[in-house]
Each structure stands twice: as structure tokens, then as C-alpha cells.
């Protein structure tokens, strides 16, 4: 082989390296004793403890933590496919007044912090009664999650030719018969890429969700690595088994739909 294949697969080795070396750390140290740890960060354990998942899954029941944020992806990626797909739609087919100027509003409202809204959004949902109840979480992520999708549908409903919209016209189908019937079919890649990427971030969601969820049998898995603090120490091996446990479903959702999933964003032409 030439140099440049092997200077090739040696980055290739390196980018490796980089990606699944904090994950195999992660696993040691969820397998270690807290002083073993403190001795040995870097190290392998020496005399592994399994009963460290058990006792994470026990201490921040991360059963309910799986089971409410299973409710807040499946809620969230439906809602956005809903919300991003009707108004998608809208944009690129429909002769919308201003349809430029709302491009240009999701296009600023993908940039703006969420954090600006916090204390308005806070009020608001605790005057509403939407104030610890996973329903009102959900509300948020449709909000904050819908305008990048909807400029990622548009950007397949455009490519899609008038001509099979305009033969169902003819047929007599109404607008919504030729978006189920006709222009669905074409771009479900770009639904099911904008429901991947709206699910998974609602799955990693911190900050909106130990805001406005204050019941522990309500909370997402995402806040369960509060269950592992003691005073002013944390058992970090507790966090480190809790992680692997909570990185584990969204793992096995990648590696089944990752070739759907790539190929859905690269054709959309969002990835510039």
C-alpha cells in the first residue's frame, strides 16, 4: 500500500479512537469501587462491580426515568413531524403571504438561546397549569424543535415535481389528499430524519426538563444523575453506570437507523 493509505488509515484509526475511547472509559469506571477510581481513573478495574448498574437503576429508578422520556420522544417526534410537515408544506407549495419572511424568522428562531425565554416561559406555564407535567415539556420541545425541522422537510418537498401534485389535482384531491397521498410518499426521509433529531434531543434534554418537571416520578432519565449526589460528593462510578444505562437505548436506535438517517440529511442539502 502507498503512505497516503496508510497516513489515511491512520487518521482513520485516530477519529476512531477519539470517538469510542471516552465510551470504553466510561464502561471501566462504571465497573470500579469510588476509591479504585480515585487511585486509577485511567486504568482497568481490577475487580469489576456489576452490582454498580443494579444499584444505579435502583438509586435514581431509572426505570420510570426510561419509561417518561420513552413518552417525551415518541410524543415529541410526532408532534414536530405534524407541526414541521403541515406548515413545510405550506411554504413550499402553498402561495403563503410573507413566505419568505417566515424562512427567515425559523431560520432566526433556530438561533436564538431557549434561555432568553426561561422566566416568561416559566410564568406563563405555571399560570396555565402546564408547570410539572410532561404534556407541557413536550409543548416546549414541539416549539423549540419544529423550526429547524420544518426547513429540513422543506428542503425535500422542493425538490419534489409539481407535475405528480398538479395530475392529483386534476383527479379531484384536496390539499390535504395530495400532501398524505402524493407528496408524503416522496419525502418520508426527511420526516423520518426530522423525527430522529427532534426525538433524540428531547432523550438528552437537561436543562428545560429540571426546570419545568419537579416530581421525581415524573422526570426524564436525563435528570437522573441528580440521585447520585451526597451532600457535597458524587459517585461518580454510579454516574458512569447510570450513563452507559442511559446511552444504551439510544445507541441501538442509531445502528438501526443510521443509514436512514444519514442518507435522509445529506440528501436534504441542509448539511451545506
Known amino acids: 500500500m502507498s503512505l497516503g493509505r496508510y497516513a489515511m488509515y491512520g487518521v482513520l484509526l485516530l477519529l476512531a479512537l477519539y470517538a469510542i475511547g471516552p465510551m470504553v472509559l466510561f ?5 470500579k469501587t469510588q476509591p479504585g477510581l480515585a487511585a486509577s481513573p485511567l486504568g482497568l478495574p481490577t475487580h469489576p462491580q456489576w452490582h454498580n448498574f ?3 437503576w435502583q438509586q435514581a429508578n431509572m426505570g420510570a426515568g426510561l419509561r417518561n422520556s420513552a413518552v417525551l420522544v415518541i410524543a415529541t417526534a410526532l408532534g414536530v413531524c405534524v407541526i414541521s410537515g403541515c406548515a413545510a408544506y405550506a411554504m413550499s407549495r402553498l402561495r403563503v403571504p410573507g413566505s419568505n419572511f417566515f ?3 425559523l431560520l432566526v428562531t433556530t438561533a436564538l438561546p431557549i434561555q432568553l425565554f426561561l422566566v416568561p416561559l416559566f410564568y406563563l406555564w405555571t399560570k396555565l397549569g402546564l408547570y410539572d407535567n410532561l404534556f407541557g415539556l413536550i409543548v416546549i420541545y414541539w416549539a ?3 423550526p429547524f425541522a420544518t426547513l429540513l422537510i422543506r428542503s425535500f418537498m422542493v425538490g419534489v415535481p ?3 401534485e398538479e395530475a392529483a389535482r386534476i383527479d379531484g384531491a ?3 389528499r395530495v400532501l398524505t397521498r402524493v407528496v408524503l410518499p416522496m419525502v418520508w426521509p ?3 430524519t426530522a423525527a430522529l433529531v427532534a426525538g433524540l434531543s428531547a432523550y438528552n434534554e437537561f436543562m428545560l426538563a429540571v426546570t419545568f418537571i419537579q416530581s421525581s416520578d415524573k422526570m426524564p432519565v436525563s435528570t437522573a444523575f441528580f440521585s447520585f449526589k ?3 460528593t458524587q459517585d461518580y462510578t454510579l454516574v458512569s453506570a447510570g450513563g452507559l444505562i442511559m446511552v444504551i437505548p439510544v445507541l441501538i436506535a442509531f445502528l438501526l437507523l443510521q443509514r436512514r438517517f444519514v442518507e435522509g440529511y445529506t440528501s436534504s442539502g441542509m448539511t451545506g
Open 230 to 232: 451526597s451532600g457535597y
Open 27 to 31: 464502561a471501566f469506571n462504571a465497573l
Open 162 to 164: 409539481k407535475a405528480y
Open 54 to 56: 443494579v444499584d444505579a
Open 174 to 176: 384536496g390539499e390535504w
Open 190 to 192: 426527511g420526516f423520518l
Open 103 to 105: 424562512i427567515f424568522y
Open 144 to 146: 423549540i424543535f419544529s
